[in-house]
């Protein structure tokens, strides 16, 4: 039987602890020699608070990088150490600092790291239609940001309050995953937003009415959810909105006031529909929605005769009204929408002729009045 060598300890001599101390510190100093590349030696003066920031910059974008699991398009390989940082695919920068990282549709598969958290000063950041997982990043200390585009991607979880200290954010898209849990209450913070994109995920409880702390709002597109309650009269409240989707979802009460009954010039684009608003609309309806090119309020178990005012809307170009329980005649009011190009009416009770101001329509191109009581032909 061979004999077994007593077991001892081995130390590192001091030559091998100055070895190991200068390998941990070469990505550091290739770090501060990439840097001095990306300022532009001789060219660029670049103050220490610049070259710690940029630091910081390079590190996070590492971090995010060493967190995708799949890369198959190779949208990051220009993202190493022998590459300034400022030419990294997708990274832009002013002043030595990130502040745009656009990475829309490159494949990239896995989750969103927390150290984009860090880019304090990005301004824009893009990372939709790709095959992000997991859950939303705290991106609370981005007051500089203006624009986040993750749409259609696979992200889970809720919508963090923390997004809403993002103060500068104007455009916000998160359309396309796997949300849920409700909008955030403090949503109303972000008073610069224009757009706010969150379809076709599964976001469940009220809309805020805090929204209307966000004057400028243009564009509120919630369709394809899970939403309960009203429409909140605050929907009205925005002088510049032109796109208001809430279809599908599981809206009721009706058709708030504030949404025709005041000056809404700026409206263009109405969706509300497949949800459970019923009752009848308004007579005054179509007074104030003078600039609307689409219109539509399918699905929604509407009753009672349709307002001739639907008539004055005279910039419509789609008009659906189909799957509801809209009774009497098609009114000849219709006669004045004279751009009109979609008329869909199927699945009513509408009975009785045609008027025959519906034959002046001259762009008409899709009418479908089927399951009604019409009688005779198209004027």
Request: glycine residues 10%.
């Amino acid at each position: 039987m061979q004999e077994r060598l007593p077991f001892r300890v081995i130390r590192p001599s001091k030559g091998d602890r100055v070895l190991g101390k200068a390998l941990r510190l070469a990505p550091i100093i290739m770090l501060l020699s990439l840097l001095l590349i990306s300022c532009g030696v001789g060219i660029i003066r670049c103050s220490s608070t610049t070259i710690h920031g940029n630091i910081t910059d390079m590190i996070s974008l590492l971090d995010f990088k060493w967190a995708i699991t799949n890369d198959s398009r190779q949208a990051l390989r220009s993202w190493h150490a022998s590459v300034p940082l400022c030419s990294w695919e997708g990274v832009h920068c002013s002043s030595g600092r990130v502040t745009k990282l656009y990475l829309s549709g490159r494949g990239l598969l896995g989750p969103i790291s927390p150290s984009l958290g860090n880019l304090t000063f990005l301004r824009t950041l893009d990372l939709s239609r790709n095959g992000f997982t997991g859950e939303l990043p705290p991106l609370n200390r981005l007051h500089r940001l203006e624009y986040i585009d993750l749409g259609n991607n696979l992200l889970q979880g809720t919508i963090p309050d923390t997004l809403t200290n993002c103060s500068t954010l104007r455009i916000l898209d998160l359309s396309a995953n796997l949300l849920m849990g409700e909008i955030p209450l403090g949503i109303g913070r972000l008073s610069k937003l224009r757009k706010v994109w969150l379809s076709s995920n599964n976001l469940t409880g009220t809309i805020p009415p805090s929204l209307r702390n966000s004057s400028r709002l243009e564009d509120i597109v919630l369709t394809d959810n899970k939403l309960t309650g009203t429409i909140p009269d605050e929907m009205g409240e925005f002088t510049s909105l032109v796109y208001l989707g809430l279809g599908v979802n599981m809206l009721s009460g009706g058709i708030p006031e504030t949404l025709y009954k005041y000056n809404q010039s700026s409206l263009q684009y109405l969706y509300l529909y497949s949800n459970m608003l019923g009752k009848t609309v308004p007579s005054n309806f179509g007074d104030t929605l003078l600039n609307l090119q689409h219109l539509c309020l399918d699905n929604n178990n509407f009753e009672g005769h349709l307002p001739a005012s639907v008539g004055n809307m005279s910039g419509l170009r789609l008009l659906n009204l189909s799957s509801n329980n809209f009774i009497g005649q098609v009114p000849g009011s219709f006669g004045n929408l004279v751009l009109l190009e979609y008329l869909i009416l199927q699945r009513n009770n509408f009975w009785g002729f045609l008027p025959t101001e519906l034959g002046g329509l001259k762009q008409l191109t899709h009418l479908d009045l089927s399951d009604n009581n019409l009688q005779g032909g198209v004027p």
